[in-house]
């Protein structure tokens, strides 16, 4: 039912297969993602007891529907990269794990930043806030994929994470670092910032280079 | 434990197995049906201040229930569709996951519409507003089954979708837009105009008509 | 991967194999329990707000805490015979499928009554109406148990539930309208009719005489 | 599917496989991890109506931010300790599900004891409290860890719970014990009594003299 590690561990250090650890993580995703929509449905009553009509929950709470989104989609998109990584080879390590745990805490912390842009508008703490707690996340799943892709090499492993997606994974959480630096020199720019996560496909060539000693046939001897 | 595209896929395009996505989104449907349940949980302790019997708590609040009911059976009835979609063959491909994960939203957002109906009786823009959620969710699906037949179709699949299924899939639909152009031009009708949803079996034949060239085979010997 | 039914089932009206409701139901179930805890965590700001001590939490709250624990030992208690039930040979047919949803619904929505029983002391409609949220989920769970071992007996599948479990699941059920009856006869029992549950054993020989030309090998030809 | 006892049980006694209990367990435990970031999500609005900045839902918060990354890690450490328990050879009996659904009401119920610390600064009962949880649930695994090593030996399967495993839950559970006798001696220390949890291998050693005629074969050479 699990392999043991290829170097001979104890019995008591071996870990389980990795499927039960991402159907809990998936578990916890889906439900940070669910719980995103408490906020909105809070938002009724305050309109019920200020006496204005159903329309204005939405036309005077644009900026909380749109953080609403905005996360909806960070989470689906950051998710989508965790089932593509975890459809490689896996082998569990306890620091894989200990990874993965930081990462769901990472994912479950975000409605509380969310919230946090939603209710202060141009404010110049939220939006860094944010933007470092997907900071956190992206640098956790790039380790997970560094991680992912030594273990398969040692082991041998032909099916470990390929280059290009660790290349991917390294763009990025640059593009995270970018967005926080714009948003730290430019307070003022707020939400705005976000855009600059589009640039995302500008690193991609710089970390392919940086990285270009490794481009070499993957998991062949570690 | 991947099955490459028939294409030739590059490693780093090619997406694990459906079961995980299925499994994620099983969880946020089974968190938003359980999460509509809050708002009735609320409501008991304004009873309490209010010094009421615990009966008017049912008694006062007919409309929360009813509508806590409704997106109950509609959330339910949504899932069983999706149940049955996946079980037939199923190739995950980049648009399926984004399409699946739009009708994750679609479900997530619905304690939001929900809420809308159950707190602002006889008002104009939460009946169109709930049924416009319905719709996008129903669209979705259909567009899901759409291209999980045409994905089967491609790779020779003989498990994929049938036909039936997608024509049943496109009269749900139908039955939306209808619903929805109905309370749009009589607004007063309010949450009654959901009555329209009844008269799905009406658009099967008409959608099988429009869509008669494609009734040939695949998938309906077996 | 799905069995289409022996009678030869068109192909859309097959339906998946079951883990997968099983997974969507243990969710749903899952995360109601876990819910359960909300209203508890409620109580500690309001005791800030009245500058009481921690403890007070505690000593003021003993029924509130009482009915939390009481519903989360009746949503495990259920879901142990849910998962004990689905042990046997299970092919899912609409019927089983929309009663599994129903069931769903009557621990989704268990939250509810238990915060009735909890704010609302010495009421005439809580407890009745909490013991009604019961019996119907004990209702639906026997005749879920029934549908299963018909369906086995008709596909003359040995591995079906077998006469001793529905026998079971149908005196918890009397006992569940034997403990109504009793809090709709003596209202000012409140929630101690809920002891009424313990005569649980008393049913079984009741049912088992009543049930009794049954008693013979289970599964043989239906 | 599911595997009768070796001791010829009747059939409405026998259990299904472990994974589903697993799987159950598992959407529960992220259920509670994910619930924690509502008590700060709900800081917010607090801030906003108190007209401070968002920087001050931080800087106010320090303590309820330091309490939900505690049973953060705290409910991610149990997880990780229930995974690799499960991960040895498991034969599910009724005392097993019973214990594992008192371990789900423990980590269900930390949210409570959780805000409890997060509300009430130099508070003498918060503290003791949310320990006391910790140690039902530590000890609870203790005793799931023992049975399982109790029924692999009963079975003859080599692959059962290993004694390491073993000492090191005792000693957990241990430590969990000192942790409240050191709170309950120094109330003034608080939730920094919470540091004696950090003493957690001092115990090892004692505990594996105390089982040292256990010490034998069974598992270790695997």
């Not at 529907?65 to 996360?71: A, M, V």
């Amino acid at each position: 039912m699990t392999g043991a590690g290829p170097s001979g561990a104890k019995p008591e250090d071996r870990l389980p297969r990795a499927e039960r650890m991402v159907a809990f993580t998936d578990a916890a995703v889906a439900i940070a993602l669910t719980l995103l929509v408490l906020p909105l449905v809070e938002l009724v009553p305050e309109a019920v007891h200020a006496n204005e009509p159903a329309s204005s929950v939405v036309t005077h709470n644009l900026v909380a529907i749109g953080s609403f989104l905005l996360s909806f989609v960070v989470i689906a998109r950051f998710w989508t990269v965790h089932h593509r990584l975890f459809g490689f080879s896996v082998r569990l390590t306890p620091g894989l794990v200990r990874l993965n745990l930081l990462w769901v805490l990472t994912i479950a912390v975000l409605p509380f930043p969310t919230e946090m842009i939603s209710s202060f508008e141009s404010d110049h703490f939220a939006p860094p806030f944010y933007l470092s707690v997907l900071l956190v996340c992206s640098a956790t799943l790039s380790a997970m994929t560094i991680v992912m892709q030594r273990t398969a090499a040692r082991d041998g492993d032909e099916d470990g994470v390929p280059e290009s997606f660790v290349v991917g994974s390294l763009a990025s959480t640059s593009t995270m670092v970018a967005a926080l630096v714009v948003v730290l020199i430019f307070p003022d720019l707020g939400a705005w910032a976000f855009l600059v996560l589009i640039a995302d496909p500008v690193f991609e060539p710089v970390i392919r280079r940086l990285r270009g000693d490794r481009k070499k046939p993957r998991g062949v001897s570690g």
